[in-house]
């Protein structure tokens, strides 16, 4: 595993990813078989995580892990995993757009009834909701996209206006 190990290492680094990536310590574990008197059998894992701000790097990453497997490197990768690291920033900045947003709703609610819409009365902020591009399903919970490059984020608030 050592070996693999270096291999695999001197691929990240080869690609620009030195410094940028843990290598966890083998995980050992026995197959469990119903044959009592079966040989033993145990099965070694070891995991590596990759963190970068550049996407198109990882993408090429993944896309050429052909040339660790052609060094006889045993290798499974889990889906890649993209996350919004400005996601606090763009939160605040999408709050004045909301209560803009639910004061023209509001608006056009009153205005059927011959309202107006006055002060507001209160604020909330809801779930914050990271999809993919196009996406149009939401939760309750709040969502995060890992899967897309490209995302989406929305936020929902709850204001309480007064009417006069």
Known sequence: MKKDEGLVAAYLDEQGFAGKYEISPVYMY???KSDAYAPKEYNLT???EVKSDDVEKVKNLVKNIEKVIA???IFSSNPVEYYYSKLPDVRVSL?????KDAKARAQAIA???GAKVDDVKSVAMGVVQVMPLGAIEVSDYGSYDTSSIDKEVMI???VTFGLK
């Open 95 to 99: 709050l004045p757009e909301a209560i």
């Open 30 to 32: 026995e197959i469990y």
């Open 156 to 158: 929902t608030v709850k």
């Open 111 to 113: 205005d059927s009834s």
């Open 46 to 48: 070891q995991s590596i």
């Open 71 to 73: 060094q006889g490197v």
